[in-house]
């Protein structure tokens, strides 16, 4: 086996079992976007993201973040007019942590493990006097800890063939659970208040020598949320009788790709598409439900974004990750361009 390939490989043992969460964390104001959870991953798993660890031990993962919003678009990917000059700040840290058990299962070809991840979130949100009515501002939660990420995953041994590994996977089951700050009279939250499960496959494919090929396909199914956030809805003379909220289901692909320009340096591209595949659902408390189009929720939730990328294996248990991500078509939430580090140490 050759220097290069034991490099690749243990680049892939340290990279992996990034679970839920971590990118992205584009608030959706709920006066003019939807219910979707306000963090998930949208592209904070890139890059040899189907390899994972395959012996017991923890792996510690700490991510810093940075994402700005200069506008909030409608239904039709254009700014809504109620907004003058959003300026929409989140800072992110997050640690995570993953451990995987001793035990071998089909016949030592994957391993499973736990994984727990909780991010610390601080909102800076500004916003111009507001148009005539219906112009608004919008409020956000401050500082504090978002909702806990927690599952097992399967990981699966790579493949091997003519001494290099050439496909990895692993299967996950999540569920968000709603821990995180919330108040349910401001429109910007750390946490969703309601629990949510996300399921999702990890990929990744090494076609030649020095080159990766990478995916994630997630599931969101999201529960109930019995004090939705509606912002100044709460301070209507006659506050609309809602019991409840339930955000629409929705799935998206995490997707990159690099090339080892020099021994342990990869560079590439990566990117994420999400979509909303039905409209938030809102329930009266005369038994009556609608869409909530009347509670500023503008419709099905879609993002796209791309950027450059890449990871340097520092030491044989340490790797440096980079992403940027521009949002180039986003409906129904804000339009960010985000900035992530993330580092990757195995014990």
Not at 55 to 84: K, S
Not at 184 to 205: E, K, M
Not at 248 to 270: P, R, T
Not at 277 to 287: I, T
């Amino acid at each position: 086996m050759t220097s290069r390939t034991r490099s690749a490989e243990r680049a892939a043992h340290f990279c992996a079992a990034l679970l839920l969460l971590a990118a992205c964390i584009a608030p959706k104001p709920a006066r003019a976007g939807n219910q979707e959870p306000a963090g998930i991953n949208l592209g904070a798993t890139s890059f040899v993201d189907g390899f994972g660890r395959n012996e017991e031990g923890f792996t510690w993962l700490g991510y810093l973040q940075y994402a700005m919003a200069r506008r909030i678009n409608g239904d039709v990917g254009q700014a809504l007019p109620f907004f003058n000059d959003p300026r929409i700040d989140v800072f992110l840290f997050i640690n995570q942590l993953v451990y995987v058990l001793p035990e071998k299962l089909f016949d030592d070809h994957a391993h499973l493990g736990m994984d727990f991840l909780l991010p610390l979130v601080a909102f800076d949100t500004h916003f111009s006097p507001a148009p005539p009515a219906p112009g608004f501002q919008l409020k956000d939660n401050g500082v504090g800890f978002g909702d806990l990420t927690f599952g097992p995953f399967l990981q699966f041994r790579p493949i091997v063939s003519d001494g290099r590994p050439v496909f990895s996977a692993r299967v996950e089951v999540d569920m968000i659970a709603p821990i995180g700050a919330y108040d349910p009279y401001v429109d910007i939250n750390q946490g969703t208040n309601f629990p949510s499960l996300v399921p999702n496959v990890a990929l990744t494919v090494m076609p030649i020598a020095h080159l990766e090929v990478s995916a994630r396909i997630n599931y969101l199914y999201n529960f109930k949320n019995y004090r939705p956030a509606l912002g100044r809805n709460y301070f209507l003379a006659s506050p609309p009788l809602i019991k409840d909220a339930q955000a629409g289901q929705a799935g998206w692909i995490n997707f990159a790709a690099s090339y080892e320009i020099l021994s342990g340096l990869h560079l590439g591209v990566n990117g994420y598409y999400f979509r909303q595949f039905n409209l938030d659902l809102y329930e009266m408390q005369d038994g009556s439900s609608n869409p909530g189009t009347g509670y500023g929720d503008t419709g099905e939730l879609k993002y796209f974004a791309i950027g450059p990328g890449g990871f340097w294996q520092v030491a044989a248990h340490d790797t440096l990750f980079a992403n940027v991500y521009f949002q180039t078509v986003v409906e129904n939430g804000p339009q960010s361009n985000v900035f992530q580090l993330r580092w990757v140490h195995g014990f």
